[in-house]
Structure formats: C-alpha cells, structure tokens
Antibody, heavy 119, light 110 residues
Framework: QVQVVESGGGVVQPGRSLRLSCAASGFTFSSHYMHWVRQAPGKGLEWVAIISFDGSYTLHADPVKGRFTISRDNSKNTLYLQMNSLRPEDTAVYYC????????????WGQGTQVIVSS | QSALTQPASVSGSPGQSITISCTGTSSDVGGYNYVSWYQQSPGKAPKLIIYEVTNRPSGVSNRFSGSKSGNTASLTISGLQAEDEADYYCSSHTSRTTWVFGGGTKLTVL
C-alpha cells in the first residue's frame, strides 16, 4: 500500500535551518509529482511546494520562496524540504503528499512532522 | 493568493444531508475543474475524498458528492453518520500553477 513517512522535524531557533525527509513506498515514486503542505497549530492547510517526477520542475509558495527548497532522490525514493532562514510563522506540521496524476490533487498524505521555530 | 472561502462550521443530525460551500475566483475555482476536497479527523492527516470537482477515489463512500457552479464549489454529504464528524477543506489549482485551500469547515453531527 502507498506510504509516505516524514522525518526531520524538531525545535529550531529563528534564522536557523532544518531539512525534512519523506520516505515513499508502495508506488512508483519516480513517476509522480510530489508536494509539501503545512498546517500551523489550530489553522488550515497551506500548500508549500511541488516537484516534478524527475526533479526538473519545482515551484514554491510565495511565503517560502527563496528560503525553502524542495528536492528528491528517486534512487532512494525520498523527498526533501530544505528550510533555511526559518521564522516563527513557519511553525507547523509539514506533510509530504503524493500528487494524484492528471488530477492536480493531493492523493496520499503522510502523518506529518512537527516543526517549531522558537527562541 | 487568498484562501478560498468556506463556512467555519456546519451541523446536521444523523441521516440528514449537509452541503459545504467553497468560494473562490475565476483564477482558481471558476477557471479550472481541479477542485478537490479533504476530510481531516482530529489528530489525523487529511484524506482525499473528492477530486476534479465530482470524482471519488476508490474506497470513498458514495454519500460524498461534489459539484461546482461558477466560482463556487460544493461538497454534499448525504445520510450523515457520526463518523463524518471532522474538518473539511476544499482546494483548487490556480492560474499561477499553485494551489490554494479553503479555511476549513468543522462538521458537527448532532
């Protein structure tokens, strides 16, 4: 069955960096676009970034553009989110999400990894 | 990109039907048939229940249905059950090739 498992979250000071990972299994990872979506405490969902199946195309939401970078390693079936210059407003649960091909929707979600940015 | 507009809460009794609206603009909901809906139970990850406005993924109950008119999409849940109590989010692809979510609607089954 499809599984995506995030890791790498934690508590970090403002201005520091963190790298999230997402291990995928149960599907042909290299054939699917992937997303990161986040959810601040008690708030709604916010799309963060997308990457094409081969990594040649990426797009980031305005609030994280220039600070976050999505990438992937298809040989390891792993998705990444490099987060630099973190701000308190980046505090959220970060979800790794498989894209539903040709439907531009969020197909399978991991359980999320918590990121807390605080001094 | 502004968030899509959803009612903060809706409620209904078991067996009844409820509808949740999701209002955007011609740059998102009105311009594309890439509206999707997600169910999120407390402490859980969201689950896709409707994609491309009206389609249900395999395994999702046919009590869930979607529609769209102009810039407003809707999710209808018929034959309400206690297990339907959750937060519901709509989402749309946008003209900037990004995605936008609604603010979420809390469904209470009375």
């Amino acid at each position: 069955q499809v599984q995506v498992v995030e890791s790498g979250g934690g508590v970090v000071q403002p201005g520091r960096s963190l790298r999230l990972s997402c291990a995928a299994s149960g599907f042909t990872f290299s054939s699917h676009y992937m997303h990161w979506v986040r959810q601040a405490p008690g708030k709604g969902l916010e799309w963060v970034a997308i990457i094409s199946f081969d990594g040649s195309y990426t797009l980031h939401a305005d609030p994280v553009k220039g600070r976050f970078t999505i990438s992937r390693d298809n040989s390891k079936n792993t998705l990444y989110l490099q987060m630099n210059s973190l701000r308190p407003e980046d505090t959220a649960v970060y979800y790794c999400v498989k894209d539903r091909s040709n439907a531009w929707s969020f197909d399978y979600w991991g359980q999320g990894t918590q990121v807390i940015v605080s001094s | 990109q502004s968030a899509l507009t959803q009612p903060a809460s809706v409620s209904g009794s078991p067996g009844q039907s409820i509808t949740i609206s999701c209002t955007g603009t011609s740059s998102d909901v009105g311009g594309y048939n890439y509206v999707s809906w997600y169910q999120q139970s407390p402490g859980k990850a969201p689950k896709l229940i409707i994609y491309e406005v009206t389609n249900r993924p395999s395994g999702v109950s046919n009590r869930f249905s979607g529609s769209k008119s102009g810039n407003t999409a809707s999710l209808t849940i018929s034959g309400l059950q206690a297990e339907d109590e959750a937060d519901y989010y709509c989402s749309s692809h946008t003209s900037r090739t990004t995605w936008v979510f609604g603010g979420g609607t809390k469904l209470t089954v009375l």
